[in-house]
């Protein structure tokens, strides 16, 4: 079989999620199918909502930039940013260093 | 005599024959120029394929250079042979597909990328130069000559990373991956030399067979194993890797991505074919299992926060060979729990079927990722996400692509990259229940640092400073479009990649006798 | 012929060669650690590709040993190895071509960044 894998566990076979795939989509276009078709076109319907505002004309002005998506994350994962960004210093002594030090941490674990 | 015999030559002579013509090729214009690289990389690329099929068999290709005859591996009644031989088996095959493959796309890509910008006659050399180290890193059945072929490869990389040398960020990242990878190839010559001093051989079959565990063995192990972990960007030796692949142009970066696999080739190779009296203990597949959970886990922490997308996806590279690391030292620890005559326990041999499966995934998605991005810079002039907004409509091929790309590095079935990982997974719960649970919080951050790639690049409202964006040109949109097909053949087929090419790697690679006797012959 | 070939001196003076190796490679790696200046840096790689090709060298010596040229020997028939030689000389076009690009590199750095400090040449960080 072509799209059949054996992992000495399972199996894994794409046609099935391909399948699956297929008939969700099936469901979600019937969901869709259920809303409403009554709307009136180019009215006020039809505009974005913004927190009743204008809605500003560049769409750099509405859009989160990516470097604040996860901000909470980082924030919540603080101290181990502090400890990485510093390891990450951009000097090429202190990468060169570090990779001293790992060949030697690397020697002593096979040595020993 | 048959000109199939000679494959192995050709393989690395046609890049090398390349680099080479290119100043006169380049003299008749710049159609001439064009057709003269894409020929001569579509002629590596069908040498490439036609050594994969010979190796489908699960036969190894041995080639005597300078000899007088190219099969004669041990010539006048020598016991260890002397010259230069290349042996190319199944494992060796598997990534001489991958780099061909890139190499190609990478080139189909940088003929439209590179036009506006001037230097073209080196930037050709310098690829060809790299391809010929990365294959001939693969190929090579000799230390030293590895050696070389990574030194070739590595200093054609160092110019490209350079390319742009009117960009202080360029000339940086290029010097920085300099100095540490000079001192790692020196003390990977120290090794070499060592291991010639010990034994007066250089040839990695012969080495296999003589070889014994010894101080000298293990320090020279030790050495091997953190150079090339280096070259391949295991993780706290990876400082370079973020900064040259962003740095570098993407259609270097897409190739560069390749030949840090084929420096994984020297690792495993090392570890798996040469060094078994010393890796027996397990004390190294856990050095390699520790490599790659630490690679992993920090390599995917640094990308979720960053926000410059080819520096993001030096990150993810970072913790994706952390999978193939960890695969593979899995491997290594099931192959020195087994019986001593090469049969190896179930969740190894899955574990080194999905290391592989993980190497020619990442190969090809890896570098549709860093086309797209080097076409998103090319149509927007920025590599700053922040900047970036609603291209999905102006740039559709592109979004499809990457949408591709990113699902497949994240794992989400049914892509490619969930098969790979889902056996990594698998077979490292034999080992530790930890080591899966690691990666897979990889993979739900890379998942979740994607998802933020795209919406901020392809989705959202528009933004009026890139209103006058266009799609790339389709030259570019080709070589993106090669590696989307390949990734998805991936996907399809995983069980037809599986018996031709991955089954055969791990057995050749499991095979140690049959590397030693296509050298040494029957011993 | 096989019986004439000596194994390398185990005494002090066959070692202390490579007692000097080690202390140059020391050196090397001493300047490439800490000094702040890029062509102090570079000469710290200079150096250590130097010692690993005087290392290679030793590697191949064998004590009396003639030139490894089978007619220009004479009458003694114990040589020196000729494959570390072939070795060295590889390693030394390699290393040519390294430091020539990495003084080229330097040059450039210079030029955009007016400083050699490596401390300062830190943009890409993070």
């Known amino acids: 079989m072509w799209n059949q894998l054996d992992t000495g566990f399972g199996h894994w076979n794409v046609f099935v999620w391909l399948c699956f795939f297929v008939i969700v989509s099936g469901f979600v276009l019937w969901v869709r199918s259920l809303g409403r078709m009554d709307?009136?076109?180019?009215?006020?319907?039809?505009?974005?909502?913004?927190?009743?505002?204008?809605?500003?004309?560049?769409?750099?002005?509405?859009?989160?930039?990516?470097?604040?998506?996860?901000?909470?994350?980082?924030?919540?994962?603080?101290?181990?940013?502090?400890?990485?960004?510093?390891?990450?210093?951009?000097?090429?002594?202190?990468?060169?260093?570090?990779?001293?030090?790992?060949?030697?941490?690397i020697g002593l674990l096979v040595l020993f | 005599m048959n000109w199939h015999d000679h494959l192995p030559a050709?393989?690395?002579?046609?890049?090398?024959?390349?680099?080479?013509?290119?100043?006169?090729?380049?003299?008749?214009?710049?159609?001439?120029?064009?057709?003269?690289?894409?020929?001569?990389?579509?002629?590596?690329?069908?040498?490439?394929?036609?050594?994969?099929?010979?190796?489908?068999?699960?036969?190894?290709?041995?080639?005597?250079?300078?000899?007088?005859?190219?099969?004669?591996?041990?010539?006048?009644?020598?016991?260890?042979?002397?010259?230069?031989?290349?042996?190319?088996?199944?494992?060796?095959?598997?990534?001489?597909?991958?780099?061909?493959?890139?190499?190609?796309?990478?080139?189909?890509?940088?003929?439209?990328?590179?036009?506006?910008?001037?230097?073209?006659?080196?930037?050709?050399?310098?690829?060809?130069?790299?391809?010929?180290?990365?294959?001939?890193?693969?190929?090579?059945?000799?230390?030293?000559?590895?050696?070389?072929?990574?030194?070739?490869?590595?200093?054609?990389?160092?110019?490209?990373?350079?390319?742009?040398?009117?960009?202080?960020?360029?000339?940086?990242?290029?010097?920085?991956?300099?100095?540490?990878s000079q001192v790692a190839a020196m003390l990977l010559l120290i090794a070499i030399g060592s291991l010639y001093g010990k034994y007066n051989a250089l040839n990695m079959g012969a080495l296999s067979s003589m070889l014994r565990s010894g101080t000298l063995e293990r320090v020279s192990l030790a050495l091997i194993l953190s150079v090339l972990a280096f070259k391949c960007g295991a993780f706290p030796m990876h400082t370079w890797m973020p900064d040259a692949y962003a740095e570098a142009p993407s259609g270097v970066t897409c190739l560069l991505v390749t030949v840090s696999q084929a420096s994984f080739y020297g690792l495993i190779r090392v570890c798996y074919t040469i060094f078994p009296a010393v890796t027996q203990g397990g004390t190294v597949g856990w050095i390699l299992i520790a490599l790659g959970c630490m690679s992993m886990f920090f390599g995917v922490m640094m990308a979720v926060v960053q926000h410059e997308i080819k520096r993001l996806m030096g990150y993810h590279s970072i913790s994706q060979v952390g999978y193939m690391l960890l695969a593979m030292g899995v491997g290594l620890l099931a192959l020195s729990d087994g019986n001593s005559n090469g049969t190896v326990a179930a969740y190894g041999l899955t574990a080194m079927k999905g290391g592989l499966f993980h190497v020619v995934n990442y190969s090809f998605y890896k570098g549709l990722l860093f086309l797209c991005a080097g076409a998103?810079?090319?149509?927007?002039?920025?590599?700053?996400?922040?900047?970036?907004?609603?291209?999905?409509?102006?740039?559709?091929?592109?979004?499809?692509?990457?949408?591709?790309?990113?699902?497949?590095?994240?794992?989400?079935?049914?892509?490619?990259?969930?098969?790979?990982?889902?056996?990594?997974?698998?077979?490292?719960?034999?080992?530790?229940?930890?080591?899966?649970?690691?990666?897979?919080?990889?993979?739900?951050?890379?998942?979740?640092?994607?998802?933020?790639?795209?919406?901020?690049?392809?989705?959202?409202?528009?933004?009026?400073?890139?209103?006058?964006?266009?799609?790339?040109?389709?030259?570019?949109?080709?070589?993106?479009?090669?590696?989307?097909?390949?990734?998805?053949?991936?996907?399809?087929?995983?069980?037809?990649?599986?018996?031709?090419?991955?089954?055969?790697?791990?057995?050749?690679?499991?095979d140690r006798q049959g590397y030693i006797r296509a050298v040494l012959g029957g011993m | 012929m096989t019986d004439t070939i000596v194994d390398t001196p185990s005494d002090f003076a066959g070692n202390a060669a490579y007692v000097l190796v080690a202390f140059l490679v020391i050196m090397a790696l001493y300047s490439i650690l800490t000094q702040k200046n890029l062509i102090k840096i570079c000469i710290g790689i200079a150096v250590l590709g130097s010692s690993v090709n005087f290392f290679l060298v030793l590697l191949g010596y064998r004590q009396g040993g003639g030139i490894p040229v089978y007619y220009l020997a004479g009458a003694k028939k114990t040589m020196v190895l000729p494959t570390p030689q072939c070795l060295t000389l590889t390693a030394i076009v390699i290393a040519l071509a390294t430091t020539a690009l990495m003084l080229s590199l330097v040059i450039l750095i210079h030029k955009h960044y007016g400083t050699l400090n490596v401390d300062e040449i830190r943009r890409l960080r993070g």
């Open chain 1, 39 to 105: 709307y009136k076109r180019n009215t006020d319907q039809d505009e974005i909502y913004w927190s009743g505002n204008e809605v500003p004309d560049d769409g750099a002005k509405i859009s989160v930039p990516a470097s604040s998506s996860y901000w909470g994350f980082r924030v919540a994962m603080e101290p181990l940013y502090a400890v990485l960004d510093k390891f990450h210093s951009g000097n090429a002594s202190d990468y060169a260093g570090y990779f001293v030090v790992t060949v030697a941490l």
């Open chain 2, 10 to 180: 050709f393989l690395v002579m046609i890049p090398l024959l390349g680099a080479f013509l290119t100043p006169f090729a380049a003299s008749f214009g710049k159609t001439a120029r064009n057709a003269f690289f894409m020929l001569f990389m579509a002629l590596t690329l069908v040498v490439g394929m036609l050594l994969c099929t010979a190796t489908f068999d699960g036969g190894v290709l041995v080639y005597v250079m300078g000899g007088e005859n190219f099969s004669l591996t041990l010539p006048s009644g020598m016991s260890y042979p002397v010259r230069i031989l290349f042996e190319i088996d199944a494992f060796g095959s598997l990534l001489i597909f991958c780099i061909s493959f890139a190499a190609f796309a990478g080139a189909l890509f940088s003929i439209q990328y590179m036009d506006r910008f001037s230097g073209w006659k080196r930037f050709m050399s310098l690829y060809f130069l790299m391809t010929t180290g990365a294959l001939g890193m693969s190929a090579t059945g000799d230390l030293f000559n590895f050696f070389v072929f990574v030194e070739i490869s590595s200093i054609a990389s160092f110019g490209l990373v350079a390319f742009w040398r009117d960009k202080p960020e360029s000339l940086e990242a290029s010097f920085k991956y300099m100095l540490i």
């Open chain 2, 376 to 510: 998103l810079y090319y149509a927007t002039g920025t590599r700053d996400l922040d900047k970036m907004g609603g291209l999905a409509r102006s740039m559709p091929w592109t979004a499809g692509m990457f949408a591709v790309a990113a699902a497949a590095i994240s794992g989400l079935p049914p892509f490619n990259g969930f098969v790979s990982k889902w056996m990594i997974y698998e077979s490292s719960f034999a080992v530790h229940p930890l080591l899966p649970a690691v990666a897979m919080i990889t993979s739900v951050l890379t998942l979740a640092s994607f998802a933020k790639v795209f919406q901020a690049a392809f989705l959202g409202p528009s933004k009026a400073k890139l209103v006058a964006v266009r799609e790339v040109p389709y030259g570019m949109l080709a070589g993106m479009a090669i590696l989307t097909v390949m990734t998805l053949l991936l996907t399809l087929f995983p069980g037809w990649f599986m018996d031709n090419f991955f089954e055969n790697a791990a057995r050749a690679l499991l």
